[in-house]
């Protein structure tokens, strides 16, 4: 995806970046000081020679993504050069607005990148922030499934799009959920790479979520068009790791399906089989997301990958536990989690590792069926959720499961108003972190 906030224009002005300490001998910096500017860290005031702009302060900062408002507070029109990768990364986060329905009041101003940016990670954001912001009416299981193969077509990858009995007999309990929906359920599999470790990447994508028979209430649903979030978290991660050539295989599973209501509607206390051959006793309709991770958690396990990941905007729970910004992390694997929690905090963007706690598990017994798909108990959904995942999980592979809110409330430097690729950073830079540690045997080894 094509990056419009920044330029190769020659005369950009230049940006200073600048500590709360030395700044005040740059030329013009005195009319700085007496507006206020202190140098904390992403503030900006402007340089002039009395006539024109000559450049801008801006307040040195560890976290790229306070540098996000620079590109709507400084002047229209403008270009602008200097600064390092966390200013580039931070200008582009905070430069993207969803504009395919209305125009942004304003351009962002424009940044020279630093030579050898990479801008794998600020692109595939881009590109999952608009999946996530276009309405249900415009995208639905064939758009998502349509986005994955135009990924895979600029990468290299190959892409095979599931549909009709294909997805009714080999994601029979993924189906279910989509049932309902005059837009019929599909599969999504891209595939990458020759050599190296195989990672399967699982998303989630109901395109829109009514909970189905157990219907929500119409202020549940506002927001509904985001239930695809993870689907597009999981198709950035791809995207990213392709553009940065990692040293693995990839192969991303996007479950696309709306979860209708209709007379072809998954009812509850219906028993679902699952492609794993586990039947589910559906205790709730509107716990349709752990049906689709379920279905494509099995096939992914077929594969023997190395490492299983999947994300998902699954519980409320998580968000009452956490909040909208910190996304829960599930894993049966401590070097994993560990890698990922890591680069989450070094990248301003953290996780938070829930527990598979085991004596939960027995929350979802069922009478008629191996398991049910919700809880007996109105407690602890996020972990109950990871537990029924896990039972799709062969013991003994990585797993890590991101449970996401993939949306911003309110606009913040580097987070604009509306869908986000929650928790992309930690996930693409631990997923690296963990290719090289597996890479390197350690001074030990023989």
């Not at 006793?281 to 991770?293: H, K, M, Q, S």
Request: hydrophobic share 50%; glycine share 12%.
């Amino acid at each position: 995806m094509t990056l419009s906030c920044f330029t190769d224009a020659a005369g950009a002005l230049p940006l200073h970046l600048v500590a709360p300490d030395g700044w005040r001998p740059i030329p013009g910096a005195a009319l700085a000081a007496a507006q206020g500017f202190d140098a904390r860290p992403g503030s900006h005031a402007l340089l002039t020679d009395g006539a024109r702009i000559t450049g801008a302060l801006v307040g040195r900062s560890e976290d790229p993504r306070r540098y996000g408002a620079l590109p709507h507070a400084l002047p229209e029109g403008t270009s602008w050069q200097g600064g390092d990768a966390g200013v580039a990364l931070g200008w582009a986060l905070g430069a993207y607005r969803y504009a395919r329905f209305k125009a942004p009041k304003r351009a962002p101003a424009l940044l020279v990148p630093p030579p050898g940016f990479d801008a794998a990670l600020p692109a595939a954001t881009w590109r999952a922030r608009d999946l996530i912001n276009t309405p249900a009416s415009h995208l639905g299981p064939e758009e998502l499934c349509a986005a994955v193969a135009e990924v895979g077509a600029a990468h290299g990858a190959r892409v095979r799009v599931m549909e009709g009995a294909e997805v009714a007999e080999g994601f029979s309990a993924l189906h279910a959920v989509g049932a309902a929906s005059p837009r019929a359920p599909r599969v999504a599999m891209l595939e990458w790479g020759d050599s190296g470790p195989l990672l399967a990447l699982c998303g989630k994508g109901v395109s829109f979520d009514t909970g189905g028979l157990d219907l929500k209430p119409s202020s549940a649903m506002l927001r509904m068009k985001k239930d695809m979030g993870g689907a597009a978290v999981m198709l950035a991660l791809a995207e990213a790791l392709m553009a940065r050539r990692a040293p693995c295989r990839i192969l991303l599973l996007v479950g696309a399906v709306e979860n209708s209501v209709g007379g072809a509607a998954f009812r509850p206390g219906d028993v679902l089989r699952t492609r794993q051959g586990l039947s589910v006793e559906i205790g709730n309709t509107d716990a349709e997301g752990r049906l689709v991770l379920a279905d494509l958690l099995a096939f992914a396990a077929e594969r023997q990958p190395a490492l299983l990941l999947d994300a998902a905007t699954l519980t409320g729970a998580a968000r009452v536990a956490l909040g909208p910004e910190l996304p829960a992390l599930f894993s049966t694997d401590d070097a994993l989690a560990g890698a990922l929690l890591a680069a989450g905090a070094a990248a301003h963007a953290p996780l938070w590792r829930l527990p598979l706690h085991a004596a939960y598990e027995s929350w979802l017994d069922s009478t008629v069926a191996d398991l049910g798909n919700v809880a007996a108990r109105p407690m602890a959904g996020a972990i109950v959720a990871a537990l029924f995942l896990r039972r799709f999980v062969p013991e003994g592979t990585p797993w890590a499961h991101l449970d996401c809110y993939c949306w911003n409330d309110s606009t913040r430097p580097g987070a604009p108003e509306g869908g986000e690729a929650t928790g992309l950073p930690a996930l693409l830079d631990g997923i690296e972190a963990w290719l090289a540690g597996r890479a390197d045997p350690g001074p030990d080894s023989e």
